[in-house]
């Protein structure tokens, strides 16, 4: 059994080492074969002809299509992404230390999507038809469609006019001095620094943009589990233990809640595609300065070394997301775990 | 005596969109202490909501109207909630109908059991530690047979076979010792022989405890066994109540007869014989194996051997059973035949042709058609009777008004009126869908039809129908019939030829009176013993089964 | 479910339940409403807006920065221009967006999921796989990649969602397809001598048009969403087209105090997915299908 386990799990691996390359392939083509020749971009329109040949050649244009790919997947694979055409700096660095910014809104994000969405899709289901189920899916509906960037604006124009002294820009007030390592993540290090200056006003400047960026996450999983529990409510499992007296709160916040929280993770796992797309949008909002930005400015700027760089660690993100998720689902479902053996 | 059960007057309404559904009629009904009551009655009949009525787990959606339930004289629907939640699992017990879908699938079957006994125990104002209640369930899980409790309690629901988890459900109903078991149709879904091992268990569970039953059931021979009064319902009222013995040998009203007669005999007077075929086999097989292997990417490869050197002639003209229980490979012979997968050893041919050769061929496909066994997937919903039997009938060539005669010559043929062309099958019950579903294994003008199960979704009087139409067909048309079948009384009236299945081998075969009258192989007996009959006579005809051969050839359950 | 009920109900039919449900659900008729005043504000906007000029590279400067009142609804712009008018044009852009991506997403989806889920063997292992990496790729952060490495405009755009779309599409109806495969019906149809083409377009195709018809009204307000974010970050129509997006993000510079700039444009997208989305509720309720 414990084998057949490890076996699913190494397949589910072997996909998204797939599903990288395929990015990776996808991207590259995207990057040789539009118009516009990235060693043109990196020395600017002012550069002359044999210039930019000599740039060709040093940045290995000059190769076949496949050389180039091989040659980029097996420097990316060490950890090296090339150079930005526009700052002339490695990738990898650039990204390195902007990713913890990025990372510590993710996680904030992930972390009230679990506790806000859950809760409520329980709550909405065990009291359906009620004001509190009304009430909760108006909000859940709202978040699927309200656009990120407008949630964003609201709640800084909420700020702006209601709680005046909330800062709503940047990651940390400049004038405080950011203690460093080991993690990156503001929030843990100003806790390990015993920072608790720093912890406070890097909470706050963290709140909205968190919520911004779960708004519709909350609202899918609200609604996938609502419909989970009411859906597992009507199998005969339930009129089991109803039979036999057991509390109805019981059956649902123990036997139906682990049972009905397996849909919503699933979808959670996929929701992380679009969670990092809107990431771009929050930061750009709230001028987070993190990984999303920074992809932002490579887009726009045609910076094709860094927009390669981006996508592909936009897609690990989601790899490693899912992953996790996959595990918790395995320890959460046993007929995950027993499928094979059987 | 007093009674321990009475009903008096119930009547119970579902609202569904918008529309108010009577289900229960003025049913009255009383259980003695200490005795046994039959429910029975066909699907729809009211049946299952009578006992959810009891225990108090009727859908949001359902009313009482009027009407009480007096448990020793008390109205329980008067009761507040907590009084009456309290009698759940130890004033009355319930044992579940389906044995995979009631039980949670992410939680251990322990953990189930345990909260059953903890939130009971509470009511009771009782308490004990986890341990005690551990040891307390160790012990009913020994009553119902289950030897290794520990490994029991430690499985997840998809981890015990079918037979086990029903066990399981009548520990859970004898936890705390009830005054009155419910049960809702045990082991209905489990193989014969699993089926009959379960009421056998429930019987003397409650003669041993002096529990009073109510057993809830479709199947007569289950009541014969298992009841003392019978109630006979249909469409939410009671229609007849007697001693068990006056409703079997002289029932009074016409329902509960036509009930009766419809159910095939396994021996005695009513036995009908079917002729043996005389003429050249039309499907033969020689040697067959079927082999399923499973090969991952990376790894070893799973095998399994779904049919083992099996060898059979079917003769033209000629009704051949192929009996067995779920799992041993009737339907994988079947396929095979048909053409649909491939024999992995031996030599299938059909009219002297093998099958290996003319498979996906015209000719061949519309030689052999099937009539399947569930009647809600055998035909598409999307489409109408009309569009359904025009696929072979345009496949054969046919258009415009010929066409459109054919289909109505069809459904004439299947005894469905002209008119049912437009019709869709959400429009249609389960018996005329089968005939639907008949009408288009003729359109093709087959020369054999297999049938695999055609009647066990349908109910007793349906399928008594649906086997008499099968009758007249073949003898009309001169077909062949392949029938794969676990109702074994069933078979015995209707096939001229039955083979017994055993894990992918037959491990019998002959003629159905040679079979049930003198039984070679040891599972043959044992399966003949376990089907449930409606008289005395049958049941002293029946083949003796030493145990040591029911442990040898039944599915060990209680492991 | 009880014997009884499932009895009952089948002298119901299935028309008259999805009615039942359809009619008892207020938001799915408010939804349709919603989309039905969004499609004709934006087929009817030269002739209702107040300010038909103001639809193009117009300016007004001495109205600009207007805060709402009875002239101009819902204010101007930076420079004059009614934000009323452009936001019902706005609409145009969004559901020519919308139209545009779903007519071949949904289509190329739907068949390669039902081929998918029907053949088996390699065609399932191939599309499947596909679809799988499809998914992975942050939608957004693609379709800018794409978008914007060629040119930024709205085809571009448009190409670029549609790339990313299908999948969805492809994974839903597989799905479904690969259920209504395993039926004997199916089987059966193959066995009276249907061809492959007859099976797929006339047995499995009829049976995933509820779930095609939810999926497909959900995904209109998601694509509006989507083309809104991407012109929120500047992939979008040419000025001086007015799209909603954009709109957003020039009137975001003048914030807190020009606050109309961004909420007219704002809330209008949010009226038109709003919209979508509950009709498509209400279509899911109606049918009964899971998406």
Redesign the interface.
């Known amino acids: 059994m414990q084998e057949n386990y490890l076996?699913t799990f190494a397949?589910r691996i072997a996909?998204?080492v797939?599903?990288l390359l395929?990015?990776s392939l996808?991207?590259f083509i995207?990057?040789r074969v539009?118009?516009?020749d990235p060693a043109r971009i990196a020395l600017g329109p002012s550069a002359s002809q044999e210039q930019v040949d000599a740039m060709r050649v040093e940045m290995g244009l000059d190769q076949p299509l496949v050389h180039q790919y091989v040659a980029y997947v097996s420097s990316a694979l060490k950890g090296d992404l090339g150079r930005s055409l526009i700052s002339g700096r490695p990738v990898t660095t650039e990204i390195a230390a902007l990713l913890p910014a990025t990372l510590e809104l993710v996680l904030a994000t992930v972390i009230l999507m679990a506790v806000i969405a859950i809760p409520l899709g329980v709550i909405t289901a065990r009291y359906r038809n009620s004001w509190i189920d009304n009430t909760g899916r108006f909000f859940s509906?709202?978040g699927?469609?309200?656009?990120?960037?407008?949630f964003a604006?609201?709640l800084?124009?909420f700020a702006?006019?209601f709680l005046t002294d909330w800062p709503i820009i940047g990651r940390i007030d400049h004038t405080l001095s950011a203690p460093t390592g080991p993690t990156g993540l503001l929030l843990v290090d100003s806790l390990l620094h015993g920072r608790f200056d720093v912890f406070a006003d890097a909470f706050q400047r963290l709140l909205f943009p968190a919520l911004a960026l779960a708004m519709s996450g909350i609202g899918q999983i609200t609604r996938i589990t609502r419909s989970a529990m009411i859906e597992n409510q009507?199998?005969?499992?339930v009129?089991?233990?109803?039979?036999?007296?057991?509390?109805d709160r019981?059956i649902v916040f123990?036997?139906l809640l682990?049972?009905s929280s397996?849909a919503p993770l699933t979808i959670m796992g996929?929701e992380f595609?679009?969670l990092?797309?809107?990431a771009?949008?929050v930061e750009?909002?709230f001028s987070w300065g993190g990984f999303a930005s920074y992809?932002?400015n490579a887009?726009?700027q045609?910076d094709?070394n860094a927009?390669m760089g981006?996508?592909l660690l936009?897609?690990l993100?989601?790899?490693v997301a899912?992953i996790v998720i996959d595990i918790i689902l395995l320890v959460?479902?046993?007929?995950l775990r027993?499928k094979e053996a059987? | 005596m007093a009674n321990l059960l009475d009903i008096v007057g119930l009547n119970v309404a579902f609202q569904t969109y918008g529309r108010r559904h009577h289900v229960l009629k003025d049913v009255a009904l009383s259980i003695p202490q200490g005795g046994r009551v039959a429910l029975i009655g066909e699907t729809g009949s009211g049946k299952s909501v009578t006992s959810k009525a009891i225990l108090g787990t009727l859908p949001r959606n359902a009313d009482v109207e009027s009407g009480e339930i007096l448990f020793r004289g008390e109205n329980v629907l008067d009761m507040p909630r907590a009084r009456r939640d309290a009698l759940k699992g130890t004033a009355f017990s319930v044992i579940m109908q389906d044995p995979l879908s009631s039980f949670n699938p992410v939680f251990r079957i322990g953990r189930h059991l345990d909260d059953v006994m903890y939130y009971a125990d509470r009511r009771l104002g009782r308490t004990g530690s986890a341990t005690e209640r551990r040891e307390r369930i160790f012990e009913v899980l020994r009553k119902v047979q289950l030897d290794n409790p520990r490994r029991i309690m430690d499985a997840y629901p998809s981890q015990l076979s079918g037979g086990m988890r029903q066990r399981v459900l009548i520990a859970l109903s004898l936890l705390h010792q009830p005054d009155l078991l419910i049960a809702d149709e045990p082991g209905t879904a489990l193989d014969v022989t699993t089926q009959d091992e379960i009421m056998k268990l429930i019987n003397q569970l409650v003669s041993d405890n002096g529990l009073s039953l109510l057993m809830i059931t479709h199947n007569l021979g289950v009541v014969r066994q298992m009841a003392d009064d019978v109630y006979v319902m249909r469409h939410g009222e009671i229609v007849e109540r007697g001693a068990l013995a006056d409703i079997f040998s002289s029932p009074r009203q016409a329902y509960t007869r036509q009930l009766i007669d419809a159910i095939p005999s396994l021996y005695g007077a009513k036995v009908e014989d079917q002729k043996p075929a005389e003429a050249d086999p039309i499907i033969e097989m020689r040697g067959v194996t079927k082999m399923f292997e499973q090969k991952p990417w990376i790894g070893q490869a799973t095998r399994h051997v779904a049919v083992r050197d099996v060898s059979l002639s079917v003769r033209r003209g000629e009704v051949f059973g192929l009996a067995g229980e779920s799992g041993s490979g009737k339907t994988t012979v079947a396929r095979m035949i048909m053409g649909l997968i491939a024999a992995t050893e031996g030599s299938v041919t059909v009219d002297g042709k093998a099958v290996e050769d003319e498979r996906g061929s015209d000719a061949f496909r519309r030689k052999i058609q099937i009539v399947y066994q569930n009647p809600g997937t055998s035909l598409n919903p999307k489409r109408t009777v009309g569009q359904t039997l025009s696929v072979p009938l345009a496949f054969a060539g046919m258009r415009g008004k010929a066409l459109e005669e054919r289909i109505v010559d069809l459904l004439r043929q299947v005894n469905l009126p002209a008119n049912y062309v437009g019709k869709y099958p959400h429009e249609l019950s389960g018996g005329q869908k089968q005939r639907v579903a008949i009408a288009r294994a003729l359109a093709a003008d087959p020369e054999i039809i297999v049938l695999d199960e055609p009647t066990s979704a349908l109910d007793v009087s349906v399928q008594k129908n649906v086997i008499a139409l099968l009758t007249r067909l073949r003898e009309e048309l001169g077909l062949t019939y392949l029938f794969i079948s676990h109702d074994l009384s069933l078979m015995r009236n209707f096939c001229s030829h039955i083979a017994i299945m055993l894990r992918g081998e037959i491990v019998e075969s002959g003629a159905p009176r040679q079979v049930f009258d003198d039984p070679q192989h040891p599972y043959t007996r044992a399966l003949i013993a376990a089907v449930p009959v409606i008289s005395e006579e049958e049941e002293k005809h029946k083949p003796r089964v030493s145990s040591e051969e029911r442990r040898r050839y039944l599915v060990d359950t209680a492991a | 479910m009880s014997d009884n009920a499932t009895n009952e109900l089948a002298a119901l039919t299935p028309r008259y339940m999805a009615w039942y449900r359809f009619t008892r659900n207020p938001t799915a008729i408010i939804g349709a409403l919603m989309v039905i005043s969004v499609v004709l504000l934006a087929v009817l906007a030269p002739l209702i807006v107040p300010y038909p000029e103001h639809a193009g590279a117009a300016v007004n400067f001495r109205a600009r920065h207007a805060a709402p009142d009875l002239a101009y609804w819902l204010g101007t712009d930076k420079v004059g221009r009614d934000i009323l008018t452009r936001v019902i044009y706005g609409f145009r852009v969004s559901l020519l967006l919308v139209v545009g991506v779903l007519a071949v997403a949904v289509p190329l989806g739907a068949a390669l999921g039902l081929a998918a889920g029907y053949f088996g063997g390699w065609t399932e292992r191939i599309i499947t796989g596909l679809t799988n990496v499809m998914l992975a790729i942050p939608p957004l952060v693609m379709a800018l990649a794409v978008g914007n490495v060629l040119e930024p405009n709205l085809v571009n755009a448009m190409i670029a969602i549609t790339l990313l779309w299908w999948t969805w599409h492809a994974r839903l109806v597989y799905r479904v397809s690969k259920s209504i495969a395993a039926e004997d019906f199916v089987e059966a149809a193959r066995l009276a001598g249907a061809s492959h083409w007859h099976v797929l377009t006339r047995e499995i195709l009829p049976n995933c048009i509820s779930v095609i018809s939810v999926k497909t009204t959900l995904d209109a307000a998601f694509v509006i969403l989507f083309g809104a974010t991407l012109s929120f970050l500047g992939l979008g129509v040419k000025p001086p087209t007015p799209d909603l997006g954009s709109m957003v993000a020039d009137g975001r510079q003048f914030l807190p105090e020009m606050w109309w700039g961004v909420l007219a444009p704002g809330f209008a997208i949010f009226y038109a997915t709003l919209g979508f989305n509950l009709l498509g509720d209400g279509l899911r309720d109606m049918f009964d299908v899971e998406v």
């Open positions: 076996y397949k996909g998204f797939g599903v395929v990015l996808m991207i995207l990057a539009v118009p516009g509906i709202v699927v469609t309200m656009p990120s960037f407008l604006i609201l800084q124009l702006a006019y009507r199998r005969d499992h009129l089991t233990l109803q039979s036999f007296g057991v509390p019981v123990r036997y682990k049972l397996i996929l595609a679009s990092i797309g809107n771009f949008v750009l909002v992809g932002l887009i726009l045609k094709l927009v981006v996508v936009s897609g993100f989601f790899i899912n959460l479902d046993p007929r027993l059987r």
